[in-house]
T-cell receptor, first 110, second 112 residues
Framework: EDQVTQSPEALRLQEGESSSLNCSYT??????LFWYRQDPGKGPEFLFTLYSAGEEKEKERLKATLTKKESFLHITAPKPEDSATYLC???????????FGKGTHLIIQP | EPEVTQTPSHQVTQMGQEVILRCVPI?????FYWYRQILGQKVEFLVS????????KSEIFDDQFSVERPDGSNFTLKIRSTKLEDSAMYFC??????????FGSGTRLTVV
């Protein structure tokens, strides 16, 4: 059974204070690892897909990296508008469905 | 930017009633999905739909649930005889190639 564990559950940072969110996973053949952002009462918003260990992707202040057992979402010099819950999900080979973690609730204080 | 549209945004129903949640996926997408998120819990996969049939379903998707693509644009989730524990946010998603879904904003279902 595919599993995703995210840490920390919650993180409070000052504006400009960089940090990293962790996603540990077990999957029967990784087809893709996904990062989403979710605002309260909204659906997940797609950020990145990573396919193989060593891969990195960047978008504005966010950078996602992948190893064989975990992924990190690095946030550089965050702003208050980066406050959200960040979700990690995996898709196993041959599967349609994504297995999500519980997410990291990130708060950026001005 | 293309969006997945879900209606209604909030639905209140009495226990035992049937509900239909509606979604309009992105027009050129071929794969369609339903997920749910019980308050404070993980987003959970329910079902995927491709080429006018169910492609994959989870253990949650039992005989109480059904999906349909009644025309070229809509995708629906029907829940028969709702229970209190069906209260959740239900998200529709679509994808062109079964990677990198686009999710809708969800329907909050409250069963009373």
């Amino acid at each position: 059974e595919d599993q995703v564990t995210q840490s920390p559950e919650a993180l409070r940072l000052q504006e400009g204070e960089s940090s990293s969110l962790n996603c540990s996973y077990t999957v029967s053949g990784l087809r893709g690892l996904f990062w989403y952002r979710q605002d309260p009462g909204k659906g997940p918003e797609f950020l990145f897909t990573l396919y193989s260990a060593g891969e990195e992707k960047e978008k504005e202040r966010l950078k996602a990296t992948l190893t064989k057992k975990e992924s990190f979402l690095h946030i550089t010099a965050p702003k208050p508008e980066d406050s959200a819950t960040y979700l990690c999900a995996v898709q196993g080979r041959g599967a349609d469905g994504l297995t999500f973690g519980k997410g990291t609730h990130l708060i950026i204080q001005p | 930017e293309p969006e997945v549209t879900q209606t209604p945004s909030h639905q209140v129903t009495q226990m035992g009633q049937e509900v239909i949640l509606r979604c309009v996926p992105i027009s050129n997408h071929l794969y369609f999905y339903w997920y749910r998120q019980i308050l404070g819990q993980k987003v959970e996969f329910l079902v995927s739909f491709y080429n006018n049939e169910i492609s994959e379903k989870s253990e949650i998707f039992d005989d109480q649930f059904s999906v349909e693509r009644p025309d070229g644009s809509n995708f629906t989730l029907k829940i028969r005889s709702t229970k209190l524990e069906d209260s959740a946010m239900y998200f529709c998603a679509s994808s062109f190639d079964n990677y990198g879904y686009t999710f809708g904003s969800g329907t909050r279902l409250t069963v009373v």
